[in-house]
């Protein structure tokens, strides 16, 4: 909390309690954020979801690491935010080359290249084509493997207008999505959020009426 009593906004998630993953997690990025300490929590139970609701544990395949979706590295400003960003709602099981390969590249360019003085707003989520493959933690607990992982950016053009994204032009903001599967060679296929919206069934940033989400420039998000 501020000292004005202003609680600042962590991210929102849409959690799947019959197979354990978020199925995305929504969040402000800003220097706010990403400044303080990287001091390491750990893993912890979620307070809004009941034990049995969330996969906990280590995946016992070592071929998956738990990723997070919202990454621990974009919530150094506090110790709350921090452990908010280690609940196990937060985790699924990702391949563990592309954790710390090209989904690692993405998160980086969230709290770098993408990041602005106005918001930039992120959702990242899982996609399942299939349910096929599983894999259990240490408890024997069993949790379906996405098939694919996707970003989508939102942000004003300038990156220094100082107004809400709600209130501007199309011709003000730009947005995008980059989806990728589940695998150690995949590659990060850059789209408009229109053809993720029709591929994984999400409709995003409803509360903003003129995102040009048919179109992107790939050089605002390379």
């Known amino acids: 909390m501020q000292s004005n009593g202003y609680y600042p906004r962590n991210y929102s998630i849409c959690y799947d309690t019959e197979n354990y993953v978020a199925r995305w997690v929504a969040y402000p990025m800003h220097s706010y954020y990403t400044s303080g300490s990287n001091n390491s ?3 912890v139970v979620d307070p809004n979801f009941s034990t049995s609701e969330q996969i906990g544990n280590t995946y016992a395949n070592s071929a998956y690491n738990r990723g997070h979706q919202i990454a621990k590295a974009q919530r150094k400003v506090t110790a709350v935010a921090r452990e908010q960003s280690n609940y196990y709602t937060n985790m699924t099981p990702q391949n563990a080359t592309l954790n710390s390969g090209e989904w690692l590249a993405l998160e980086e360019k969230e709290r770098g290249a993408w990041m602005c003085s106005d918001t930039l707003y992120m959702v990242s989520g899982c996609h399942f084509d299939n349910y096929n493959t599983k894999v259990a933690n240490n408890d024997g607990k069993s949790c379906p493997v996405p098939t694919h992982y996707f ?5 004003t053009k300038s990156g220094n207008s100082g107004k809400k994204v709600s209130e501007c032009s199309a011709g003000e903001l730009q947005c995008a999505a980059y989806l990728v599967e589940n695998s150690a060679t995949a590659t990060p296929q850059l789209m408009s ?3 993720l919206e029709q591929r994984v069934g999400f409709t995003f940033f409803v ?3 003129n995102a040009p989400k048919s179109t992107y420039s790939s050089s605002d998000w390379e």
């Open 41 to 43: 929590e750990t893993f």
């Open 193 to 195: 959020v229109e053809a």
């Open 207 to 209: 509360n903003v009426p």
């Open 151 to 155: 970003k989508v950016m939102l942000r």
